[in-house]
C-alpha cells in the first residue's frame, strides 16, 4: 500500500501536535477554524487515548455581524455617514441634500438623530453644519473588533446586540493541552505480536495498542426465539405452576389406532376422510400396538381387543357404534390430527401405573407440539399447527369442575370472560368450545375446546368407573398472532416467514387488548 501524508487521511493529528508544541493549551476553533468537528475530535481521540493530549470540550457563544452591521463596516455607521457628508459640504448642507448624498432615508434620519445628539452636527438655519473636525466611529470600530474575534466585552455586544447588529451562535470548541506522553510525533501502535516482530526483536521497542474495553463489538448474527417459542415457553410455565407435566410428543407419525380408535372415533367418521387427514403411503401400515420401552409392562394386546370391542360391539354398559372394524384401517399410518393421540397413549399408561392408596393415582398432563391437518390454506389455516394440550385425570371431577379450570387457566394467559357452547367431540360427553370476546373484532371468538372423556375411552384402558378425566386443546398460533400483532400466519410459519421479524420481537412483550 503507498504510504499516505497524514493531510489526505484527513487525520490531524500531527497538526495537532505542531500546534500545541507552539502554544499550550490552544483551542481549537482559534488553531484550527476550518478544520471539521468530526476530524478534530478524532484525531484529539487518538492523541488522548495514548495520553499525548488531554482535552475538553467547551461551549461558547461567539457573535457574528448581521447584514447592516456589515454595511457599516466597509461604509461607517449612519450616524458618520451623516457627519461625513454635512463635513464636506463647506458651508453646510440642507436635509434634502444630505438625503440625496447619502441615497437612504432610514440611514439619513437614524443618523442624523445619533449625530445631534453626539453633538457633531447642529443646525444653522436650514442648513446642517459641522460642529468638530473629526469624530471617533466607535460603532463601526467595535464591530471590526467583532468580525475578526467574534466577541468584545460583554456590555458592547450587549449594546450592539440590541440595537439588532448582532446575532450569536453557540460555538463548540476543544481546549486542548499537552498530555504526561507528549511528543511530536504519533508512533505507530501494533494491534499484532507477529512471527517477524519476534524473530527480528522488534517486539522489544514496539508500543502496543491498548485493548478497547469499550468497542461494541460486531455484531453477532445470532440466533432469535421465535414468537411461537416464545408464548410456548410462557405457556409450559403456566401448565408447570398448575401441576401439570410434560408428555413426550416427539412421534408426528401415529397409527389410526392411537390418533382415532382410542378415542372412539369411528372409522367411518368424516374426520378419518383422506381431505381431513394425512395418510402415509410408505410405510402404509404400523405394526399392532405394543410397548415402547423395555420398561413398559403394560398390556397392550387387551387394550387392542377392547376397543376393536367397543367399537364393533360394544362393552362397559355402552352399546358401541356396532360396525366391523377393521384392524388394517386402525394400523394405517396417519400425520398426528391432534395431540390428544398422545394423551390416549399417556391415560393408557397411567392406567397400567402401580396403584398408589389402592387406586390409580390422580395426574395431570401437557403437551404443546405439531398437529396436521388436510386444511385448505388461507390467511389464518396452513396444514399444520401446534396444539396445546392438557389432560387432568382424578376422582369427583365435575364440568363446573372443568369449566373452573378452564377459567383459571386462560385468565393465567391474560384471557378472561370466557363463554362455553356445548360441542360434539367423538370421545368426550360433555363437550365445550370455549370463546372469548376479541375486543379487536367485537364478538367472540373460538378459543378452545374441552370436554370430559367418555367411559368407551377410559374404561377400554383399564382406568376404573369412578375415575374422570377432563381434555381441552387449543392452538398455540391464534394467542401467538394477537400478542405479537400478526395478522397473516404465513408470517409466523413456513417459508413465507419474516426473518427481521423474528429478530426484531421484543424480549419483552406489553400485553395488549
Ligand atoms: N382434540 C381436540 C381438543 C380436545 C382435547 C381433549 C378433549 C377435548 C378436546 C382438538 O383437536 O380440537
New binding site residues.
Partial sequence: MAPTTSSSTGDFTSEVLQALSKSDPISSTESFPDVPFESIKAALDRLASRSMVIYEQVEREDVFLEPEAEVIVSHGSHEARVFEAVRQALDGLSIQDLEGKIGDKTVTKLGQGKAFKEKWIKKDGAKLVALVESINDVTRDQLKVIQEKHTHDAKIVADLKKRKLLRTQKVISFRIEKGPKFALELVKEETDLTAEMLASGAWKTATFKPYNFKALGADQHAGALHPLGKVRQELRQIFFEMGFSEMPTNQFVESGFWNFDTLFVPQQHPARDLQDTFYVSDPVKAGRPGPTSAEDKNDYETYFKNVQEIHENGKYDSIGYRYPWSEDESLRLVLR??T?SV?AAMLHKLAGQKKVDGRVPPARYFSIDRVFRNETLDATHLCEFH?V?G?IADYGLTLGGLMEFMDMFFAAMGVTGLRYKPAY?P??EP?MEIFSHHKGLNKLVEIG???I?RPEMLEAMGLPKDMRVF???LGLERPTMIKYGISNIRELLGHGVDLNLIQKNPAVRFDKD
Fill in positions: 390430527t391432534h390428544t394423551s396444539q394440550e389432560v367431540n370421545y368426550t363437550s375446546n374441552s370436554g372423556f381434555g381441552f386443546g
